[in-house]
Structure formats: C-alpha cells, structure tokens
C-alpha cells in the first residue's frame, strides 16, 4: 500500500480496534481463474506478544475457501471513515490562488498472511457464539446460537468452513489531512460536518488525527 509517512499507523492497538469497528472485510486471494474477493465479517484478535490474528468463516459453496486450501496466502482490506474532501473547504484556496484540488480521506487497514482452514466443529461453534455475543450485543432481545435446535446448529456447522490468519503483515493508512495546515484541516473538519452531518464520523476522526477539536 502506498503510505506516506504523514499517514502511516502503526499501532497495533489502533488498527485491532479500527477492524472491531469495522468487522467487515473484503478477503482476497488467488486461485486457478485468478483473483477472488468476498466481504467477511472477522474477529481480531491481539496475544500478549503483540500477535494479530483474524477467524472467521466461509459457506462451503463459496469456493474460496478451495483457492485457500490451495494456497492461503492472503489479504483482508478493512475500510473505516472515508468521504470526499473539496478544494472550496480549504481556507488556502483563497491564499494560494486556487492551486488546490480535490482529495479523499480514508482509514484503512490491510492485514496479509497464510490462512489456515479449520474443519473442527467445535472450533466453529465457538466462533459463531463469539460473533453473535459482539454483533447481538446492542439488540433489545439479543439472539443466540443455543436459542436455535441443536441439530439445526449441527447441520449448519457442516456448511462452513473456518479460517484463521495470523498476519504477517499489518499496514494502517488514516489519510486525515496530516498534511495540511491546521486552518485547512480545520475548514475540512467544518466542512465534512455541514456535509455529513454534525455527528461525522470522518470530521471526529480529522480533529483526533490532528489534535484538534
């Protein structure tokens, strides 16, 4: 991934709690007809040494998981906050003579590694009590595995295929205007708030990156 200095995140913490906020990745792999890329919901994971790990499932009729079986080498992109940024927002446009253009800002975290396929289930069952435990969580009436017969659970178990990546590799980009002065950021972050809304997630996001309010 292309990353400027000014927009690098390396901290581990940070980029585990960007993929819980967004648990929502899109694996990519290689196989025999080429590329291949599906969004999966991921539990991350971080062990006392600092290690990240990522599970999660595919159906048995996703034939991705035989790409895997073949070769596990692969990426998971995690998206965040993203949203255009216009020229008209910054305050230098005026000072500069209208050298400014348009820009996107975005957070993003890529994890790459061999994934390993799991075909155990109680290793799946643990894993989709784990997901509906995070994802019910906020639910009025939160569901869970058990509220479902036990052979039903059982068949669905063998429709699954489980993975888990340690990564090799983690990479975090917050493109949040870094690069900017604080008057241009703080144009932006007024501007991302007027067209997004008051409660922007991008415009939060800015002003943490930045220090600014």
């Not at 059982?154 to 590799?169: D, F, M, P």
Request: proline share 5%; net charge negative.
């Amino acid at each position: 991934m292309y990353l400027p200095t000014a927009f690098k995140q390396d901290d581990i913490q940070v980029q585990a709690e960007l993929i819980r906020q967004y648990p929502l990745g899109l694996l990519i792999t290689h196989g025999p007809d080429g590329f291949e890329a599906n969004p999966i919901p991921f539990l991350v994971d971080i062990d006392t040494a600092g290690q990240l790990t990522l599970r999660a499932h595919l159906s048995r009729g996703n034939a991705q998981w035989k790409s895997l079986a073949a070769d596990g080498q692969c990426m998971v992109v995690f998206q965040g906050e993203e949203g255009y940024v216009s020229p008209s927002w910054y305050p230098s446009k005026k000072q500069n003579g209208g050298k400014t253009v348009p820009t996107w800002n975005y957070i993003t975290v890529q994890v790459s590694g061999e994934a390993t396929l799991i075909d155990n289930s109680d290793w799946l069952l643990t894993l989709l009590h784990e997901l509906t435990t995070v994802h019910e969580g906020g639910q009025r009436e939160p569901w869970s595995v058990s509220d479902a017969p036990e052979n039903f659970i059982a068949a669905q178990l063998k429709g699954i295929v489980g993975i888990e990546l340690i990564a090799r590799k983690t990479e975090g980009k917050w493109k949040l205007n870094q690069n900017r002065t604080r008057e241009d950021v703080s144009g932006v972050i007024q501007g991302l708030r007027e067209h997004q809304g008051p409660q922007s997630g991008l415009a939060s996001s800015m002003a943490k990156a930045n220090s600014l309010k």
